[in-house]
Each structure stands twice: as structure tokens, then as C-alpha cells.
């Protein structure tokens, strides 16, 4: 009986350590990059969920999210503070990334639907960008996302998010 629980232990063991796969988790996570200045960030993860760009009737940009096992939704929010007394002083961006759920798999290389959302009170800038050249890679328990410069004085460039 002794010798049949080592051996159960030690395939257990075995199978625990040929995984590498790290697999997403709905909820909220740790920012490591910096939040610029005057505001506050997000991270949050929708597991088994995909999405799918709209355009609509003048030429915007949206989406929308679906339900897709074996996907996964990564959305970064900067929301900065608002001053009371000004009536149109909000301004945020949002980075949303679709990717697999195995996200230890992620590289440059990676296929990934990026977008860039600006909201703000600046005419003819406010809305979603479908981003081309940006990319997300797994490190060292870390997501990294770049996104490239899509609008003039961008806040939105690195970020680092600990997915442990």
C-alpha cells in the first residue's frame, strides 16, 4: 500500500510539472506599470470571452463581447480625475486586447485583436482604433502590452500587468 502512494504521489508530481500552461482567470489584477499622472488604472480579465468589431453607421468604431471558451478579454482603463468646476474636463483611454486563455503561450509574435478607446471632449479623436502593430507577450508572471502611438499626446504606451 506504501509503495502504491509513492508512486500515485510521484505521477502526480510528474503530471503537475510537464504543464506549463497558465490559464486566465476572470477578475481584476496588479498593475506594475505606472499610471500617468492625475489618474486611475485598471486591469480586468473577462475569461471564455471574445469580440467582435463593429462599425457603425458614421464610420466609429465598437464592440461587442460575445461568449468564446478558450478566449479571454484583457481591458486596461485610465480614467483621469476630473475637475469639478470644469464642465467638459474628462478624458480616459481604454486598451482592450482578445487573446487565448493560455497565456503563457503569448509572444510578439502572437495573433491578437487590439483596440485603443479615447474618450474625451476633442472633436473628431474620441472613439475606438483598431491597432495593427501592437502586441502583448507573458514574462515572468507579467503580461507586457505595447501599443504604438495612435493619437497625439497618447497617455497609453506600456503596460504591465502581474498575472500570476
Keep these: 500500500m506504501k509503495k502504491l502512494t509513492i508512486v500515485l504521489a510521484f505521477?502526480?508530481?510528474l503530471s503537475a510539472?510537464?504543464?506549463q500552461k497558465t490559464l486566465l482567470q476572470s477578475g481584476k489584477y496588479n498593475l506594475q506599470s505606472e499610471?500617468?499622472?492625475n489618474g486611475d488604472c485598471t486591469f480586468i480579465v473577462a475569461k471564455d470571452s471574445s469580440m467582435t468589431l463593429v462599425?457603425?453607421?458614421?464610420?466609429?468604431m465598437r464592440y461587442n463581447m460575445t461568449s468564446h471558451e478558450g478566449k479571454s478579454i484583457l481591458t486596461?482603463?485610465?480614467n483621469k480625475k476630473s475637475d469639478p468646476r470644469a464642465q467638459d474636463d474628462f478624458y480616459s483611454e481604454e486598451v482592450i486586447i482578445e487573446t487565448n486563455s493560455d497565456i503563457a503561450s503569448l509572444n510578439k509574435d502572437s495573433e491578437i485583436k487590439m483596440l485603443f478607446g479615447v474618450f474625451?471632449?476633442?472633436?473628431?479623436?474620441a472613439g475606438?482604433?483598431?491597432v495593427k502593430d501592437g502586441y502583448a507577450e507573458y514574462r515572468d508572471g507579467k503580461v507586457i502590452?505595447?501599443?504604438?502611438?495612435?493619437?497625439?499626446?497618447?497617455?497609453?504606451?506600456?503596460?504591465?500587468?502581474?498575472i500570476k
Design 120 to 125: 474625451c471632449y476633442c472633436k473628431g479623436v
Design 11 to 13: 505521477a502526480a508530481m
Design 17 to 19: 510539472c510537464g504543464s
Design 55 to 60: 462599425e457603425d453607421g458614421v464610420g466609429k
Design 35 to 37: 499610471c500617468p499622472a
Design 76 to 78: 486596461y482603463k485610465y
Design 145 to 162: 502590452i505595447t501599443v504604438p502611438k495612435v493619437i497625439e499626446n497618447q497617455k497609453t504606451n506600456i503596460i504591465i500587468a502581474d
Design 128 to 130: 475606438y482604433y483598431e
